[in-house]
């Protein structure tokens, strides 16, 4: 921050840290650390509450994100087996109240204010194995040659060196 003397005129020249692929603004340094610490702090609490196996499958924390003020944490919600995902994740939002409690008392020597706590589905893990389907379905329908194939060891050419 800049004091520029004109008249108690405050003036800051500092700029957000810009994605420059899209228009959204990087996570800053801090926020990363706090994300992490929730992050374990929940998994502990997740534990404790017996809230880590839902259904006969594994619920667990994929990522934390926090907004620039730190007064909403994002949590996505891995599920591994979990049949019904929307009443799981209901269960969590029921109980987020009780979660941020917990954590409240966990963390309330490090952080001015306990963020919000916003569940999320974390969906990438369908989104790989969609892709890894499309990929074999791919290979399958256009079988290569080795002599065709760039990356099988049959289809490299010597140099004549």
């Known amino acids: 921050m800049q004091i520029n003397f004109n008249k108690s005129k405050v003036t800051n020249f500092t700029t957000p840290d810009w994605d420059n692929n899209s228009n959204k603004m990087t996570e800053g340094k801090r926020q990363k650390q706090v994300a992490v610490e929730i992050s ?7 534990l404790r509450m017996n809230l880590n196996m839902q259904e006969r499958g ?5 990522s934390v994100r926090l907004t620039p003020d730190l007064y909403e944490a994002r949590i996505y919600l891995s599920m591994f087996q979990v049949k019904d995902q929307e009443a799981v994740l209901e269960k969590f939002k029921d109980r987020s109240s009780e979660i ?19 569940f999320y589905i974390d969906d990438t893990l369908d989104y790989v ?3 890894e389907e499309l990929l074999d379905n791919i290979k399958k329908e256009n079988p290569l040659s080795p002599e065709e194939n760039p990356l099988s060891p049959e289809g490299e050419k010597e140099d004549d060196n």
């Open 40 to 46: 374990k702090v929940l998994n502990d609490i997740f």
């Open 58 to 62: 594994m619920v667990s924390i994929s």
């Open 100 to 118: 941020r409690g917990d954590l409240g008392n966990t963390m309330r020597h490090q952080l001015r204010s306990i963020p919000q706590l916003t």
């Open 129 to 131: 194995f969609k892709i």
